[in-house]
């Protein structure tokens, strides 16, 4: 039985992307693959075996479910780093498994070490440090505490990496505050190497931070939204043309989110269509409904402003996106018919959608409605 939509994975796509990517990060770094919110919504089960055959061999994800995940597909055959949350009782299961994890606080340290001893097996962590986001991250007045434990527990505790996050190197708005963490990074670090700390990865790049301050990529990039071909915001995009003299996108989507149409009807000047009084045809219009609405990941907010592609051409989503469906004013489309594809992210013919694309909303939709496209949406794997 198909389910009302599918999502389609262009291999060819995400290869592209990577190769970009890779050749920009350089092959003296380590490149990981962002795969948290089940792979930005491309789906944890599959998208990490298409990245994998385009050459991908280290993984960050968000929490220890996400790497249990992971670890089902590829065994130790590729490396997993957690960046968040690891369930106390997966804390052995990661040392076990050779699990790379933060560790931004005394608690998760003792964790690490327990669960260390335990096993019999050193706890490959990467240290988080505060540098100015405030969110997770040890602050400078426990560096020592911190180093201290490590250095009596030198075996059982494998320090990989010191890392930080920026706090939104997407916007300009942000500069001086990204600039500020940087320097405290790098004053960090200088403070683990007059102790003598051993050189391990110091690792701070997301993808915005990646394009807009090329420095900050040190011995390890974590990038996520671009390789599935979204740029973190218009700025990032605009300062990467900037740079670039061909002024094309290098990036493809690697998504085409598609369905096709339910029904079709005409309403006359002056009704209403769909609930209540948020869209009234000013001409008399054809109209149709499509099966997809917010339960399965479309947007509300995108209600009279959403756009998809018909027959290659551009349509607008017409009154209040459903739980199930949504209407769309089909007026200038010749003959549409019931079961017409109708594409909701992604490219036909010349036209391609991207969230972004619709004006004013802001890029974080980017982020937030692809992580939302509902786990059980089959994912297809093309080209
Ligand atoms: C999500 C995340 C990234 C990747 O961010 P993108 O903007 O998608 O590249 C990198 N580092 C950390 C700590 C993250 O949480």
């Given at each position: 039985m198909r389910n009302t939509s599918v999502i389609e994975l262009s291999k060819e796509a995400l290869c592209n992307n990577l190769r970009f990517l890779k050749n920009r990060v350089?092959?003296?770094?380590?490149?990981?693959?962002?795969?948290?919110?089940?792979?930005?919504?491309h789906g944890i089960e599959v998208f990490p075996h298409l990245a994998k055959d385009c050459g991908i061999r280290h993984f960050s994800v968000f929490d220890s479910f996400e790497a249990y995940t992971l670890h089902?597909?590829?065994?130790?055959?590729?490396?997993?780093?957690?960046?968040?949350?690891?369930?106390?009782?997966?804390?052995?299961?990661?040392?076990?498994?050779?699990?790379?994890?933060?560790?931004?606080?005394?608690?998760?340290?003792?964790q690490a070490l327990s669960a260390a001893k335990k096993v019999k097996k050193p706890a490959r962590i990467h240290i988080e440090l505060e540098t100015?986001?405030?969110?997770?991250?040890?602050?400078?007045?426990?560096?020592?505490?911190?180093?201290?434990?490590i250095r009596e527990n030198e075996p059982l505790l494998e320090v990989k990496g010191l890392c930080t996050h920026f706090a939104g190197a997407e916007s300009v708005?942000?500069?001086?505050?990204?600039?500020?963490?940087?320097?405290?990074?790098?004053?960090?670090?200088?403070?683990?190497?007059?102790?003598?700390?051993p050189r391990v990865k110091h690792h701070t790049a997301c993808s915005a931070a990646m394009i807009n301050f090329p420095k900050t990529m040190m011995d390890m990039v974590r990038i996520g939204?671009?390789?599935?071909?979204?740029?973190p915001s218009r700025e990032t995009f605009v300062n990467f043309l900037g740079k670039n003299p061909d002024k094309h996108d290098p990036l493809k989507r690697v998504i085409t989110w598609k369905t096709h149409l339910m029904d079709i009807k005409s309403v006359k000047t002056g009704e209403f269509v769909g609930y209540g009084t948020t869209f009234m045809a000013e001409n008399d219009i054809t109209v149709a409904s499509i099966p997809v609405g917010y339960s399965h990941g479309y947007s509300r907010s995108l209600s009279n402003h959403g756009r998809v592609l018909l027959h290659g051409q551009r349509v607008s989503?017409?009154?209040?996106?459903?739980?199930?469906?949504?209407?769309?004013?089909?007026?200038?489309?010749?003959?549409?018919?019931?079961?017409?594809?109708?594409?909701?992210?992604?490219?036909?013919?010349?036209?391609?959608?991207s969230v972004a694309s619709f004006?004013?909303?802001?890029?974080?939709?980017?982020?937030?409605?692809?992580?939302?496209?509902?786990?059980?949406?089959?994912?297809?794997?093309v080209d």
């Open positions: 350089g092959d003296e770094r380590v490149y990981s693959s962002v795969v948290k919110g089940n792979a930005y919504g089902q597909s590829f065994q130790n055959h590729v490396k997993i780093m957690i960046m968040g949350m690891v369930e106390p009782e997966a804390v052995e299961w990661c040392v076990e498994n050779d699990i790379e994890f933060y560790v931004f606080d005394q608690f998760r340290l003792q100015g986001m405030n969110r997770t991250g040890i602050p400078r007045k426990l560096f020592e505490v911190t180093l201290n434990t708005a942000n500069y001086y505050r990204i600039q500020r963490q940087y320097k405290m990074m790098h004053n960090h670090i200088k403070w683990f190497e007059k102790r003598g700390f939204i671009l390789q599935y071909g979204y740029w989503v017409i009154g209040l996106v459903n739980m199930n469906m949504m209407l769309i004013d089909v007026t200038n489309v010749e003959n549409p018919q019931p079961g017409d594809e109708v594409v909701l992210i992604g490219s036909q013919g010349d036209l391609d959608i004006g004013e909303l802001s890029n974080q939709l980017n982020y937030e409605l692809l992580t939302r496209l509902p786990k059980d949406i089959p994912r297809i794997i």
